[in-house]
């Protein structure tokens, strides 16, 4: 059974950093790909960044291009979101995803971190 369990959200003034941490088990993450979405209130979730276990192959979402990185750990099997320069439009609460690299839905999901971004 996968298991996927965030940590690191908070409150932060706008233009400072949090770093998201997902520590996940219960599975062969190789063959995985893992996200970070989010959903701020009333609003639809949202992918935010993604990456391919295997390489480290990531993309993002435009508006966070440049001020959030994904990254994991594979000794670790901890996946991480650092996220500089933020912005109000920020705040949501954040949550990491994973899927075999053979299915196009994300099959599992952590709890959730809120981060919220005072300005």
């Known amino acids: 059974q996968v298991q996927l369990v965030e940590s690191g959200g908070g409150l932060v003034q706008a233009g400072g950093s949090l770093r998201l941490s997902c520590a996940a088990s219960g599975g062969t993450f190789s063959a995985y790909a893992m996200a970070w979405f989010r959903q701020a209130p009333g609003k639809k979730r949202e992918l935010v960044a993604r990456?391919?276990?295997?390489?480290?192959?990531?993309d993002y979402r435009n508006s966070v291009k440049g001020r959030f990185t994904v990254s994991r750990d594979n000794a670790k099997n901890t996946v991480y979101l650092q996220m500089n320069s933020l912005k109000p439009e920020d705040t949501a609460v954040y949550y990491c995803?994973?899927?075999?690299?053979?299915?196009?839905?994300?099959?599992?999901w952590g709890q959730g971190t809120q981060v919220t971004v005072s300005s």
């Open positions: 990456i391919r276990w295997s390489d480290g192959n990531a």
């Open positions: 995803a994973a899927r075999s690299s053979l299915v196009v839905s994300y099959r599992y």
